[in-house]
């Protein structure tokens, strides 16, 4: 029978055993347990990577505009457009020929027209379709034909009205040399050419009115319609009177002639 000191050696060896052996099992290469995953390239499986992964945040800023070459490119002809028009202005108010009442209503045609450029800038800015840019920029090109129209017709008017004033100043003249003549002479050959020439200052002169009338009734934002009604009262309107004036101017010359056929030469003299 063992005594009992060899019993405790043996029942100590026991109980060390037994507590070194889980932790040997775990460190045995041939262990049967759970052993904390290893990546293994080219499976998926074996990654140490988290199962549910969190992509970054995408920052999304403001859309880009996608009609930005387009609307860039209106907005530069409607800069020249308006460009174009304050060149017009400008020269009209340095005009020598046009009076101050035929500045002052152009100023104010100009001034409106400006204005519907600037809305036209405006529309631009907030345009959604490449077409509606396009109108825009034919809308401006309109603006400023209408302008240009406007300051030649108003010109055309102003020279025409100069030459009736001219002519008129001639012929009166003209008739008070006729008064001289001795008492009894016929001067038919006198009267009736400036008859006719009175007739032909009164007809440019309606006429330069109409034209000056209709280009001025133009809005600052015309349609192609608008223009082409326009073109069409003013250009007819225009050339009337200068025809008029022509054959005014012709009166006055026979009136002319004629008067010095009746004069006495030392009258003349």
Do not use: C, W, Y
Not at 82 to 87: H, L, M, S
Not at 248 to 256: F, N, P, V
């Amino acid at each position: 029978m063992p005594s009992a000191r060899l019993l405790s050696l043996a029942l100590a060896g026991a109980t060390s055993l037994a507590i070194a052996t889980p932790a040997a099992a775990f460190a045995s290469p041939t262990s049967t347990g759970h052993r904390p995953a290893v990546a293994h390239a080219g499976n998926p499986a074996h990654s140490t990577k988290p199962a549910h992964s969190t992509k970054p945040a995408h920052h999304h800023g403001k859309p880009s505009d996608q009609l930005a070459g387009p609307r860039k490119g209106a907005l530069h002809a409607l800069a020249a457009s308006t460009a174009a028009v304050q060149r017009i202005a400008a020269s009209e108010q340095a005009s020598t020929l046009l009076g101050s009442a035929d500045k002052a209503t152009l100023a104010a045609f100009d001034a409106d027209a400006r204005s519907a450029l600037s809305a036209d800038v405006t529309a631009a800015g907030s345009a959604t379709s490449p077409q509606a840019l396009a109108a825009l920029i034919q809308a401006g090109n309109r603006t400023v034909q209408a302008v240009k129209l406007a300051g030649e017709v108003t010109s055309a008017a102003a020279t025409g009205t100069a030459a009736v004033t001219g002519l008129g100043a001639d012929a009166a003249a003209l008739k008070a040399q006729e008064a001289s003549l001795p008492a009894g002479t016929d001067t038919s050959s006198v009267e009736v050419p400036l008859a006719d020439l009175t007739t032909q200052l009164s007809a440019a002169q309606t006429t330069l009115s109409t034209a000056s009338t209709a280009v001025l009734a133009l809005p600052a934002a015309p349609s192609a319609g608008d223009l082409r009604t326009a073109r069409d009262a003013t250009e007819p309107a225009l050339t009337a009177a200068n025809t008029a004036l022509m054959a005014a101017a012709a009166d006055l010359a026979t009136a002319k002639a004629a008067l010095a056929a009746l004069t006495p030469p030392t009258a003349a003299a």
